[in-house]
């Protein structure tokens, strides 16, 4: 991984050039940095993760701090985007705004031009429907798996244990 630097560079030059090159740039090395950190978290854990599949096999109670290593490497990439995340708020308005804006339109536009600005708050009402999917979803997985790590089954143990093992064997957590 280049430097933590060398990525804030390429992130201030995409922006400072607003170029989609320069943005697929700065996206493929932030996916690699992601990665690698991963890959540091998984490595850090390993041991301990593997202690934690055999009591989970035995289906021997979790202590709290083993039941965070398992949320760790289940659903911590979900709970730190959802808690770094400022834009839901904004993203849930300017979604209302289009709705409301297409929802106003008394009926098919009829130049061109207006069919074109049609589209375009058609297509970012497609983007940030997506965005805002994504980051509900990420808080319900984070979600039921508090719920489902609290009591676990002798048979959701073991699924849990199967889980991690195939975690533990991946290149990604």
Known sequence: MDSLASIGHLIRDAVVNTSAD?????????VQARDQIN???????????K??????????TLSAEEKD????????????????????????????????????????????SEMLDLE?????????????????EEKERVTHFLQAIQNLSESEAKMMA??????????EI
């Open 22 to 30: 320069k943005f697929s740039e700065a996206g493929m090395e932030l």
């Open 39 to 49: 890959a540091e978290v998984k490595e850090h854990t390993a041991k301990a993760m």
């Open 51 to 60: 202690s934690v599949i055999q009591k989970l096999e035995r289906n021997q």
């Open 69 to 112: 290593l398992i949320r760790l490497w289940i659903v911590g990439d979900a709970e730190a985007f959802t808690k770094n995340e400022s834009d839901f708020q904004e993203w849930l308005e300017e979604f209302r705004r289009l709705g409301e804006a297409i929802a106003n339109m008394d009926r098919m536009p009829d130049s061109i």
């Open 120 to 136: 375009g708050s058609l297509e970012e009402a497609v983007r940030l429907a997506g965005d805002l999917q994504f980051f509900l």
């Open 162 to 171: 199967d889980i991690l093992k195939e975690k533990l064997s991946s290149p």
